[in-house]
């Protein structure tokens, strides 16, 4: 059976429709039963400057990582598509405004920097949407009549994702958008009937109803509203502000509040406050956000109250790049804070696993009485998957928290020593469990105390907490499993799924290579770890950081140097260059 | 000083030889092939064997994307050129490019001649002088048995020929335009009906073609003067004339194709036009002629690019070899394909 792996990008300035017109490809293909993973890059800055481009890649197959190589291009503005021609594959399809407002210079064309065996596709955008609707608006949807044309989508699963999304503004919106992409799609069929592809066209999908097209940041709110998520309290930044969104729109419907606080510090104070009481609470942030709320989550820590945290990773330090992606918030996320400050932190590594990983959150967060931070990072919230999504059903987002044993009615320990670290929790009100929670060093009772040996035994017990917290998260997976490998790459986040392509595509090549996927960043699985780095000849760490976050943390488990790259692009790793530095790896040890 | 930027405008093998040529002899240069086409050049005689199934498309082409990569040859498929404006030295895109030139080829070669007559049945005639001519050949015939070829030319002789390759039932109707440029007189005429007949095809004879009527997808009926016939498809081969329409009211001097002196200049200054698409002036003859052919389009492709990069080489061609068909004199002396 023809198999098809695609990759289209839109790319115009802001306000061009041209993310609208990416979701729509995104949403048209999942209808058809194709895999489909999409991603959006914006400027930094407000509406109507910058370049905003929509990567969608489309497969018969599952698709975990973006595509490298762009197949067709849709320009709804030519300057700035010029960037985008050197990511163009041979033959690719170049859509193209061909009767723009005015005329335009060699040097701001895009057709001038295209490489020769790209085939142009000029069709009027504008002229298309006025004649169609009456206003040049639609010229998106004209695009993408043109792109279906060419490629053979079937112009139903356009129609119907265009009526799906306009369907709230009402008949006559939604009639003159179609007519916008018809005007398109008839103009293409026509004028290229000599040079249309059937690209789609002959590919059978099954197509799967459960298959759920959502972002990272949609995924993460809504598993936060099946947890029971009573409270979130947030300060916008991005890429996190989405999430915010979200539950401002859905949460109140299921009894919850969204409170914008006046900056993150308050943020995670509401939130420890909120799970000091009982109830369910979150916050999500990004770096500079992160960085506020350190001191109190190791008031977290040493008060043992849960909390979860979201931190949408961007490019950093400081401000940054708050519209790149990186993964270099893990050192802040173990690490950060005043004294020994155990936490633990989990990193989905697609949208799936966000919904999954949050739910978890809450439940490790409760169980072990500790802030509980999700890393996810500006690719992971932002990019599109549609995959079967299993929404939890009720009772497997349960309460896990550990209440005291009626027996120690009136002589209760809130920070009793056990075997495991976890003291039962009461919460405040319940009668004859009154207790003192304390961010000063304090002894079982939760009376401050600064002894040398009370110091020494209360950090051990919150830090054997944690080991055995390990239990109950989730262990490294190793993918292509094998007794001895030349090389093993250890991935985590984002950038695990080009890990995952790039191994098997070395593997296609008949290299000896294993991927292991590391979602409990800490605490970690060592034992797991270890062994598969011990069975690596060479063990790759491929991160969106520069100084190798997760490669430090986990170099001390063999004896052998840990290989790294590093990409600090504020771009997703391309699997080639994975791929590369593993064949390079290969041609070492042969 | 400025790169200069050289503009040829076709991408057939003038155009081609030309672009060599300019990189050779100006290694700075800015180089911009436009195509309306949107194929790489391709090799013409080869298309019949591509409907024969002989040879695969990709074997049609002369060179890779990589190779105009190499020779830094800025390559333009599919972008027509509609206008010049020649007193600012700019070329403007259909899609309303403007492109600014130092130096400017047009090597436009030529389209397939259609006789008044039958411009009215355009749709429903094919030609072939493109891969994807080729290509709708190859889609028609997959759906019929039989093929009428009106006209004549080389074109159509080797067409005829893959035809019967593929056994296909073919019928022609050789008129006065046949054989453009060459004229039909008896002699010709028997000697190619008897060729052609010998070879299992039919000789439609009659004076003139009244109607021709679509009655299906793949059946057409054609009234002549005699009788009434009916085909799955039908071909048009009347040869090509010069595909200069672009170029009208720019102020270049036209005829039937562009005017140039023996060193292929137009009257404007480093504007220069080479091979199908120029006629040329013959000092000797005082008079302009027209060029056929590969090898001719090859060689003046490449003077005129010499003579925009600073050289002043003269077209030589010998006057016998300039034959006069209906008014046009044609420069046949690389032609021995007929």
Redesign the interface.
Known sequence: MPEVDFTVEVCGMAGDGTIAAGGLINEAMSHGGFSVLGFDSYPAEIRGFGRCVTNSRIGSNEIVALGEKTHALISLNDEQSRSRTPSLA?HSLVF?????P?????DN?L??V???????F?IPFGALAVGASGASRGRNLTALGGFAAVTGVDPNLFRKVIRDKFKAKGDRVVDINVKSFDAGYEYALEKFS??LKSIFSKIETDHDPKKVMLSGNQAIGMAAIDAGLKLYFGYPITPATPIMEYLAKYLPERGGRVVQMEDEISSIGAVLGSFYAGTRSMTATSGPGFALMTELITHGVMAEIPAVILDAQRGGPATGLPTKTEQSDLHAAVFGGPGDSARIVIAPTDVEECYHFVIRSFQLAEKYQTPVIVLTDFFLDNRVENRPLIRAMEGQAASWNVFPDEAFKDHYQRYADTPSGISPRALPGMEGFNFTATGLEHTEKGSPDYSPENHAKMSEKRHRKLRYALKDLEKPAEFFASDHLDVGVIGWGSTFGSVLEAVEKSRKNGFKVGALKVTSIFPYHSETIGAFMAKSKRVLVPELNYEGQLANLIAHLDSKPVDRLNFVTGTPIPPSAIQSRIEELLGVLA | MSMKRFVIIGNGPAANHAAKALRENSSESRI?IFSKD?F?SYRAHLLPDFIAGLIKEEDLYNSS?AH??EMDI??????RVVSVDFSKRNV?????????FDGLIVATGGKPRLPEQFQLFQDIMLTLKTP?DA??WVEKLSNVDSVLIIGGDLTSLSLTKALLKLHKRVKFILNDDAFWPVPLNEEIYRAVTGRLEQRGVEIVHCRRIRRITQLEENLLEVETDREILETGVLGAFFGLVPDVGFLARTGLDIDRGILVDEFLKTRFANVYAAGDCAQVYHPALRDYWVSIGHENATALGRIAALNLAGSHFEVQVKPESILEVGGVKINTSWWTEF
Not at chain 1, 96 to 100: A, G, L, T
Not at chain 2, 92 to 100: F, T, Y
């Open positions: 041979e193209f405004d061909s009767n723009p005015a005329y335009v210079p060699e064309s057709l001038s295209l490489p020769p065996g790209a085939q142009v000029g000599d040079r | 911009t949107p790489r994307y105009y990569n800025n390559l333009r498929l599919g972008q403007i895109l259909d899609h309303k490019e403007v492109v600014p994807l290509r709708m």
